[in-house]
């Protein structure tokens, strides 16, 4: 079918016959196999998805009902992933602040964290400077 055909048929303000319409769309140009192949391919491909997306769909919903079953069994045996002394809102049965390497309580503990953390901050900066400044006094 030719471009002056196509664009005839798709143009909203002319009209043609039924005789002219049939002669226009039976007319035996090499496109019009693959036109016909293209359209059911097309057609295939669209009951595919609509198929494909109502299983995966049933799939889906059968899986967490599933799960939703399988949690309320568990809970219902009463399984437990840790002591019941871990439950506590400091998790050590020392308590509060007995896993820290450092008392946060004592006089000193402000000094001590912000040298701690200047020394750390500081150290790359200092080391760099250094080997910079040993490479720029070579001769």
Same mark, same amino acid.
């Given at each position: 079918?030719?471009? #002056?055909?196509?664009? !005839?048929?798709?143009?909203? $303000? *002319?009209? !043609?016959?039924?005789?002219? =319409?049939?002669? *226009? ?5 090499? +496109? +019009?196999?693959?036109?016909?192949? %293209? &359209?059911? !391919?097309? +057609?295939?491909? #669209? ?11 049933? /799939?889906? &919903? =059968? ?11 568990? =809970? $219902?045996?009463? %399984? ?13 049965? #020392? ?6 390497? %450092?008392?946060? &309580?004592?006089?000193?503990? =402000? ?9 750390? %901050? ?7 400077? /250094? *080997?910079?400044?040993?490479? &720029?006094?070579?001769?």
């Amino acid at each position: 079918m030719s471009r #002056e055909n196509i664009h !005839l048929l798709s143009h909203p $303000r *002319i009209f !043609l016959g039924p005789k002219q =319409a049939s002669a *226009i769309w039976t007319s035996n140009h090499p +496109d +019009d196999e693959f036109r016909k192949t %293209f &359209l059911s !391919l097309r +057609d295939h491909q #669209e009951t595919i998805q609509v198929n494909s997306t109502s299983t995966s769909l049933f /799939k889906m &919903l =059968a899986q967490s009902a599933t799960r939703a079953r399988m949690a309320s069994t568990v =809970a $219902r045996r009463g %399984f437990h992933t840790s002591r019941p002394q871990m439950a506590s809102p400091f998790h050590y049965p #020392e308590g509060p602040r007995s896993n820290l390497p %450092f008392n946060p &309580l004592t006089k000193h503990f =402000a000094f001590r964290y912000w040298t701690f953390m200047g020394v750390g %901050f500081g150290l790359p900066f200092a080391i760099a400077g /250094k *080997i910079i400044a040993t490479n &720029l006094s070579l001769p």
